[in-house]
Structures are given as structure tokens and as C-alpha cells.
């Protein structure tokens, strides 16, 4: 078998042996294996529940696939709340003359990113459209966890809460906009895309409190912070010369005119926790990555009279506030357009 075929997705034989002969080898386990039409799981206490799909363009890209993205991606969001990853579903849609090589070097990827955390596939669908009517390969994962430090959540800032970033900011986005048909650019550059699960895992163990956390994917850092302020009803203030970027992404962002505050990551996360706790939380996260920093604090909301981008006045709350080494001061706004399509 070179390629999949319509008839892979059929539901006779040519299904059952592509599921069997991939699927079933390479995510193995007893609840798979019962191939009921839906997985009986054992849960104890709050569980999170999450999913996403996964349209990536390239499929495959430095530092990663689709495959691994969907496992990251989804066992992150679980993370993200504090749960310990432990059940996905998994959906593929795949287009009529995908090549077979291709589609198990990216289930092998997946395999390999389900060991990081323990999780296992436990359910699945396997749909094959005609040529044209996807683009290669599409990937829906679900994930099921049990919360293991509960109340982490984007309500939870405090007045005084430091601002922390886990590794160097952009390197998704960047990756994939280097490896595009119209670029092509060269470099050593990979994807940050991993799973956090043990870096959370430590961070519970370690005793810090954690007030909020989040993967700073689709408008990265930019994104997060206000999400935070407008969900908290507070002011962040960030120091522009602490936020880790890679010369790489600096100079991509140079060239395109982006802001690296805004590119994707798919294996950075964001956190808020108590100052007394952020030299605990660093070291645990500085075992990881040694970009990792404070990058600014939580400040009770009030009103502030700045100059925007466009130099008109305004006064406003709740906002992210962006300090430069030469003492001025500017909004970091929300993202604006779609600068990266199909970056996950």
C-alpha cells in the first residue's frame, strides 16, 4: 500500500486493515483494543475536557509534523488548567492519494509524543475524502484529564502576580512561515513544538501556586496577556528587554515588518503566580529552558493616559503595557488580520 485509497475509508476491509496494520500498532493499548464505539474510561475527581483540529501548512515542518502538533497541542490545553493528561480521540481526515510513508512517519511522531505524558489514544474515526476536497491531511484530538491543581484559570490574576514565560517567544510561527512555498527561507530554526505536561507536573510538585497558565499559540504572547487583563479585570506591565526572542525570529520579524509578541508557539506557555513563588517557579522552568524569565507583573487596574499606535489619546483599562529601556511606554494590542495561515 503506497497511498490511501477512498476505499480506506470505506468501512470493509481495506478500512479495517489500514486501522489495524497502523492505528492499532502504533497506539496499542487495552481500552483501543476493545474497538468498542466508544472507550469506557476510569476517572477520578474534576476532570478537564478538551479538543482541537489541526490543519497545518506544511504538514511537516522543523522541529515537527502535524502528528506530533495534534498530540502537543491538545495534551498543552489540558496542562494549561492544571490536569494531568490521560485519555485522547483521535480523527484523521485524509485525502485520496496521501502517500502511506508519509502517514505513518507522522503516526510514529504521535506515538512518541503520547509517551511525554502518558496520555493514550483510546477512540478514533478515520474519514478519506476525494482528491482536492482536503488539503492532505486534517487531525481532530480530544483530550480527558483529571485536575490535579485546581482554580488555575485566566480569572485568577492578583495585583502583585509575577509574569512568566517558559522559553524564547515566536519559533512556531516563525518555522512555518520560513518553510512556505514562497519563502523558503534558510535556517537553523526549529519549532517550539512539546509537550508541557512535565514541566506543569514539576511546577505542582514543586508546591508553587499557580494562578493562571496558557500555551501562547494563536497570537502568541500578545494574545494571552490580554485575554488576562480583560478576563481579570487588571493591568500587566511588560518589560520589553526581558522577553526572550531568538536572533532568528528578530530577524525575521525585521524583514516582514511582524512583532514577535504575536507569532505562534506551540511549546511556550505563559504564566502568572505569586511573587513570592517565582524564583521557585523559574528554577523549575529554567530545568527546561534556560530563556526562561520574569518578563513583567500584574498591576491593579486603573485609568492611564497614553499615546496609541495612531498618537490619539485615550484613556483606558485593563490593558497591557509595553516598557521600553528608553523609558517610553506604549499598548501591546490584540493581534490584528492573519499574518500565518494555518499554523496548527
Not at 485519555?87 to 492519494?97: A, K, V
Not at 490580554?226 to 530577524?251: F, H, K, L, M, T
Request: hydrophobic residues 40%; charged residues 20%.
Amino acid at each position: 500500500m503506497k497511498t490511501v485509497q477512498l476505499s480506506h475509508g470505506g468501512g470493509g476491509q481495506e478500512m479495517n486493515h489500514l486501522i489495524k496494520s497502523l492505528f492499532f500498532k502504533y497506539f496499542e493499548n487495552d481500552i483501543l483494543l476493545r474497538a468498542e464505539d466508544a472507550a469506557v474510561l476510569e476517572l477520578n475527581g474534576p476532570v478537564a475536557f478538551t479538543s482541537d483540529s489541526f490543519t497545518v501548512s506544511p504538514l511537516f515542518f522543523a522541529g515537527g509534523n502535524i502528528g506530533k502538533l495534534a498530540i502537543a497541542g491538545t495534551v498543552n490545553d489540558l496542562a494549561m488548567v492544571g490536569a494531568k493528561p490521560e485519555y485522547l480521540s483521535c480523527s484523521f481526515i485524509i485525502e485520496e492519494g496521501f502517500a502511506f510513508d508519509a502517514l505513518e512517519t507522522i503516526v510514529k511522531s504521535m506515538k512518541a509524543e503520547l509517551e511525554k505524558s502518558g496520555a493514550k489514544i483510546v477512540c478514533g474515526d478515520t474519514k478519506v475524502v476525494p482528491r482536492g476536497a482536503a488539503d492532505g491531511l486534517f487531525i481532530n484530538t480530544t483530550g480527558v484529564g483529571s485536575v490535579m491543581h485546581p482554580n488555575i484559570s485566566v480569572n485568577q490574576l492578583q495585583a502583585g502576580d509575577a509574569i512568566l514565560v517558559s522559553r524564547d517567544i515566536g519559533c512556531h510561527g516563525s518555522c512555518i512561515l520560513m518553510a512556505r512555498d514562497e519563502l523558503r527561507l534558510e535556517s537553523e530554526l526549529e519549532s517550539d513544538c512539546a509537550t508541557l505536561w512535565p514541566v506543569v507536573e514539576q511546577l505542582i510538585a514543586s508546591g508553587v501556586q499557580l494562578h493562571a497558565m496558557r500555551d501562547a499559540t494563536r497570537g502568541g504572547l500578545s494574545a494571552v496577556l490580554n485575554e488576562w487583563c480583560e478576563a481579570s479585570q487588571v493591568q500587566i506591565d511588560i518589560e520589553e528587554q526581558r522577553i526572550p526572542v531568538a536572533d532568528a525570529v528578530q530577524g525575521l520579524c525585521e524583514l516582514y515588518g511582524f512583532e514577535p509578541y504575536d507569532l505562534a508557539n506551540e511549546g511556550t506557555m505563559i504564566l502568572a503566580v505569586p511573587a513570592k513563588d517565582a524564583e521557585a517557579a523559574l528554577a523549575v522552568l529554567k530545568g527546561f529552558s534556560p530563556n526562561a524569565c520574569q518578563i513583567g507583573e500584574v498591576s491593579v487596574a486603573n485609568s492611564t493616559d497614553m499615546q496609541t499606535a495612531d498618537t490619539k489619546p485615550t484613556t483606558s483599562t485593563n490593558k497591557v503595557i509595553i516598557h521600553n529601556p528608553w523609558g517610553g511606554r506604549h499598548y501591546l494590542e490584540l493581534p490584528q488580520g492573519e499574518l500565518l495561515p494555518r499554523i496548527c
